[in-house]
Structures are given as structure tokens and as C-alpha cells.
């Protein structure tokens, strides 16, 4: 993964969070990723996130390499030291939620999500193709013109069927339930489509299966399984708004939207002073 992040910083590239962080608030772009202003605070969420991530590639990276599964105990330990080690040395205030208004319960709740992970995941009839897939494509235009942008991405796991059917899986953590409209509108599994159509992992034409594996942050934790797919209209689709972002920001185009994101913004200040 190092390897591909160092490839990815020597191109000029695009990823499916910055084109959703431009979507969702283009000022906050100017912010992150054009002035790359240090964060005046992170969510909780953040370091949490990647915690959960770390420890859940670690139970698919050893059925990958060996065939053994991992103990949940490991599991649990890579998260808390993770997630421990995450906010030890954040040079910025964290900010909690009333699901896990310190440490301790962030901790606790992480953990509870995982033993729901360990008890419920089930890979039957599928074989594991890779984990933290690293992919990368040229974006091309609306008229088939090649761009000099990459889009880059890491798809969490990519499963096979007994028939030979890939299944683009997405590991993620909420309280929320998804809808259905949400999961099939989502643009990074358009972006995983892309990039796997792009590398020939499936035919152009080929309609792409994919799912969100979503640990819900409950009193009692449940592992929810919601599925979608993607075709190559919805890949046309997302190169086209690709390039438009792209445009956006090439014209120096960064407008404040004020929403739900808003709470947890790590530039609350510097937008209030824009």
C-alpha cells in the first residue's frame, strides 16, 4: 500500500473522497486540499474508522495469505492500540459524540462492533481475490478524451463467486441505517466500477456487484449487508462528474454549503472567518 500511495502522490490524481469532499462543500476543498490548512479539530469517527478498518483488513489479510483465521481477541487488541495510538498523538482536539462521549466507550463500542463482525461475517461459496485493492485509471472525457488526471483508489475486499463473479465489498460503520436509494446513488462504488472496468478486471459493458458491509452503532451491534450494482452508464455517469469537478476547481470555484456535515467540519472556524 505504501508503494501505491508514493506511485499515486507523483501523478496528478483525483480519489473518489475528494470528488464527495468537493460535492459536499466545495469550500472546505479550497481549505483541505488546495491551501491545505492544518485541521482545527477531527471527529471522533475519523480515527475510529480507521481503527475499525485496520483490524477488519487484518482478519481478510490472513485468509488471504495463509488461510488462518485471526482470533477476535487480535482483532480487538490491533483496534484499541490503533485507536489509542490515533488519538495519543493528534495535535488537535478530537471531537466525541453522545455514542462515545470518551475514550473508554469508543473503545467499548469498537470492540462490541467487532465480536458483531467475527460472529457474522460469512464467506461462504467466495474466495478472496485481494484486500486493499490499489487501482488507478486515466479519467477520460465526456467525448472519449483521455485527461492527464488519474482517479485512485483502495477497494476494501474483492470477492469471486463459484460462478466467477466479482463482489466489491465496502466496510463502513454507522448508527444510521442506509436506504436503498442512498446505496445505489453512492458514488464510491461508481468509482470502484470504474476503476476495476478501467483495469480490466471486468468486461467494459459488464455490470459490477458490489456491497456495503455496514457495523451499526447500536445498544445491541448488528452487521447489515446492503447490496447494489453498478453498469457502465452509471461509469459514463461518474466520469462526467469527475471532469466537471475537476473543472470546478480548475476555475477556482469553491462555494459553502451549509449541512449535516457541518458539525464535525475540521474548518468550522476558518469558514466562519471566510
Keep these: 500500500m505504501k508503494e501505491a500511495l508514493q506511485q499515486y502522490q507523483n501523478q496528478l490524481h483525483i480519489s473518489h473522497s475528494q470528488i464527495f469532499c468537493y460535492l459536499a462543500c466545495s469550500l472546505k476543498y479550497q481549505f483541505q486540499y488546495v491551501e491545505q490548512l492544518p485541521k482545527e479539530r477531527i471527529s471522533l469517527a475519523l480515527p475510529f474508522g480507521k481503527a475499525i478498518h485496520h483490524s477488519?483488513?487484518?482478519?481478510?489479510?490472513?485468509?488471504?495469505?495463509?488461510?488462518?483465521?485471526?482470533?477476535?481477541?487480535?482483532?480487538?487488541?490491533l483496534f484499541e492500540e490503533g485507536l489509542a495510538m490515533?488519538?495519543?498523538?493528534?495535535?488537535?482536539?478530537?471531537?466525541y459524540k453522545n455514542e462515545a462521549p470518551d475514550t473508554d466507550s469508543a473503545?467499548?463500542?469498537?470492540?462490541?462492533?467487532l465480536k458483531t463482525f467475527y460472529e457474522n461475517i460469512d464467506l461462504a461459496?467466495?474466495?478472496?481475490?485481494?484486500?486493499?485493492?490499489?487501482?488507478?485509471?486515466?479519467?477520460?472525457?465526456p467525448s472519449g478524451e483521455k485527461t492527464d488526471i488519474t482517479l485512485v483508489g483502495f477497494i476494501d475486499l474483492l470477492l469471486r463467486d463459484t460462478e466467477g463473479n466479482l463482489l466489491v465489498v465496502d466496510n463502513k460503520t454507522s448508527k444510521q441505517k442506509k436506504s436503498q436509494d442512498t446505496v445505489d446513488t453512492d458514488l464510491q462504488m461508481t468509482a470502484y466500477s470504474y476503476l476495476l472496468a478501467a483495469n480490466k478486471y471486468v468486461f467494459p459493458r459488464a455490470e459490477?456487484?458490489?456491497?456495503?458491509?455496514v457495523l451499526r452503532k447500536l445498544k445491541t451491534?448488528?452487521?447489515?449487508?446492503?447490496?447494489?450494482?453498478?453498469?457502465?452508464?452509471?461509469?459514463?455517469?461518474?466520469?462526467?462528474?469527475?471532469?466537471?469537478?475537476?473543472a470546478g476547481i480548475d476555475q477556482r470555484i469553491f462555494i459553502p454549503v451549509k449541512g449535516w456535515l457541518c458539525s464535525d467540519c475540521s474548518y468550522a472556524d476558518a469558514c466562519s472567518r471566510w
Design 56 to 77: 477488519i483488513e487484518r482478519y481478510y489479510r490472513s485468509l488471504i495469505d495463509d488461510g488462518t483465521i485471526v482470533s477476535l481477541d487480535l482483532m480487538k487488541n
Design 86 to 95: 490515533e488519538l495519543d498523538t493528534s495535535e488537535v482536539p478530537i471531537l
Design 107 to 113: 473503545i467499548n463500542m469498537g470492540k462490541g462492533l
Design 125 to 141: 461459496g467466495m474466495e478472496i481475490v485481494d484486500v486493499e485493492l490499489p487501482l488507478s485509471a486515466p479519467l477520460y472525457t
Design 208 to 213: 459490477v456487484a458490489c456491497r456495503f458491509d
Design 221 to 246: 451491534p448488528k452487521l447489515e449487508h446492503y447490496f447494489t450494482s453498478r453498469t457502465a452508464e452509471n461509469r459514463r455517469r461518474f466520469a462526467k462528474i469527475a471532469n466537471s469537478v475537476l
